[in-house]
């Protein structure tokens, strides 16, 4: 004979009143006979008779058994609400409770890092200014320095998680192909930026930064196919013609522009067009990832690191053509690393001189 329980709670929760459970519980089996075969022909073969029942318990609001055997006081909690039943030993009314303070808690958090970013982003937009100001003639030993910082800074972070166990060692035998192609294209926008940035005004570089987003949505579009909605691709118009307008227009940031001449708008332009191709393709690697790895993700800081490396690699390597950019002779570029690193440091006071 077999039978099925199912726990059954009417009634609203009083809290903080102890109730003595019930000594006898309401049980009521129905038995569950199967169907009569059709048309009252008789299977061939032997046949076995069964008896199924089905059982179920009356609880009460407060007081309620567990596990059907015995009864549990409910102390000073308060039972379960209208309308809920138990799975196992976990109510479904507090999984539904859970679930939401975890759905607050996440909400909470995303905020908290969207605002973290912005202030970080900022910051790093100010802080890039304010070294190109004292660093106008050094500005590949600045992308350079740069470069050697967040090599060091992501290759301790992904030692430290590797220890830790987050970065698996099928994460570091990923191909590194993907990882070349996106240190080159680092370095190319880190120096092209920072070749513009030592020209341009504090005032436009943010104003050119905001063709970011079209290159972003426009290499998305082309290699990831995503599709955009029209209110997206009207405020990615409207960033585009702003940003025209502003440059085309006789105000003090259209005016600088002018000023610096159409090529170091280019080229700061340029600049975040590779840095648009290098989100896109890092989000190429962690699709990817997903691949080999078997539905698993490759950890940030695995991409990053492999990136920066390669990016100082490539800045190291085509520092000799990028100098010619800024019009330094191959000839006198170990002069020009050693007076940018004497004007970093401020050696002989060049930062207070102005002299190199």
């Known amino acids: 004979m077999t039978s099925c329980y199912r726990r059954l709670t009417a009634g609203l929760a009083v809290p903080n009143i102890p109730v003595q459970p019930p000594k006898l519980k309401t049980t009521v089996e129905i038995p569950f006979f199967p169907p009569p075969p059709y048309n009252n022909q008789r299977p061939g073969g032997i046949v076995l008779g069964s008896r199924k029942y089905w059982r179920v318990e009356a609880v ?17 909690g308060a039972g379960p609400g209208p309308c809920s039943y138990s799975v196992g030993d976990q109510r479904v009314g507090d999984r539904t409770l859970e679930v939401g303070r975890r759905e607050r808690e996440r909400a909470v958090e995303v905020a908290v890092a969207a605002v973290v970013t912005v202030v970080l982003g900022v910051g790093n937009r100010v802080l890039y ?39 698996t060692d099928e994460m570091l035998s ?15 926008a880190a120096a092209t930026g920072m070749a513009a940035g030592a020209i341009l005004s504090g005032a436009s570089i943010p104003i050119l930064s905001q063709t970011f987003l079209v290159w972003q949505i426009l290499l998305s579009m082309i290699f990831l196919g995503r599709r955009y909605r029209v209110n997206q691709l009207l405020g990615c118009f409207l960033v585009a013609v702003g940003v025209i307008i502003t ?26 067009l590779l840095q648009a191709a290098d989100t896109v393709l890092k989000e190429v690697i962690f699709l990817d990832a997903e691949q080999q790895l078997k539905g698993g993700s490759v950890d940030l800081f695995v991409v990053n690191s492999y990136g920066s490396a390669y990016q100082a690699l490539f800045i190291c390597l085509l520092l000799p053509f990028l100098s010619k ?30 002299k190199a």
């Not at 009460?60 to 000073?76: C, F, Y």
């Not at 170091?264 to 975040?272: A, Q």
């Not at 950019?325 to 006071?349: E, H, M, R, T, V």
């Open 60 to 76: 009460g609001p407060v007081g309620r058994s567990e596990g059907g055997d015995g009864a549990k006081k409910a102390g000073g």
């Open 129 to 167: 200014k304010l070294a190109l100001v004292p660093l106008k003639h050094y500005p590949f030993f600045l992308a350079q320095l740069a470069t050697l910082g967040y090599v060091l800074v992501y290759f301790s972070i992904m030692y430290l998680r590797y220890h830790a166990g987050i970065v």
């Open 247 to 272: 440059v085309a227009s006789g105000s003090s940031t259209g005016h600088s522009l002018k000023e610096a001449g159409i090529f170091w708008s280019l080229l700061m332009i340029v600049s975040f």
């Open 325 to 354: 950019l800024w019009g330094i002779p191959f000839s006198q570029l170990l002069n020009y690393l050693k007076d940018g690193a004497a004007c970093f440091l401020n050696i002989d006071g060049t930062l207070s001189s102005g």
């Open 174 to 188: 990923m191909p590194k192909a993907p990882f070349l192609a996106a240190g080159l294209l680092e370095a190319l």
